[in-house]
């Protein structure tokens, strides 16, 4: 016998009704055909997912981002100033 594969959006949609806690893990199952265990492995998978997503400090990141961004265009482009006047004074020219 061959394992279903199921899609990611179909376990997303069976774990978010598993945390809904409207109905049973079982009703859930079997109204998805899918055993209770794996119902329940999806929930704990979503959980475990909705935590990392929050912990995740998007705003401070994407700050320390645009720093480090500008500070290396900086130096970028202190180190063409020089480069150009390096090349100036030893007469290279390409």
């Given at each position: 016998?061959?394992?279903?594969?199921?899609?990611?959006?179909?376990?997303?949609?069976?774990?978010?009704?598993?945390l809904?806690?409207?109905k049973?893990?079982?009703?859930?199952a079997g109204?998805?055909?899918?055993?209770p265990?794996?119902?329940?492995?999806?929930?704990?998978?979503a959980?475990?997912?909705?935590?990392?997503?929050f912990s995740v400090k998007?705003?401070?990141?994407?700050q320390?981002?645009?720093?480090?961004?500008?500070?290396?265009?900086s130096?970028?482009g202190r180190l063409?100033?020089?480069?150009?006047?390096?090349?100036?004074?030893?007469?290279?020219?390409?």
């Open positions: 016998m061959q394992r279903k594969k199921h899609s990611a959006e179909f376990k997303a949609k069976v774990a978010l009704e598993a809904k806690g409207d049973t893990i079982n009703e859930i109204a998805h055909q899918v055993h265990n794996q119902v329940s492995n999806w929930k704990k998978e959980q475990a997912g909705l935590v990392e997503c998007r705003g401070r990141k994407n320390q981002h645009e720093a480090d961004q500008e500070a290396l265009y130096q970028i063409k100033v020089e480069l150009d006047w390096l090349k100036k004074k030893s007469g290279l020219s390409l």
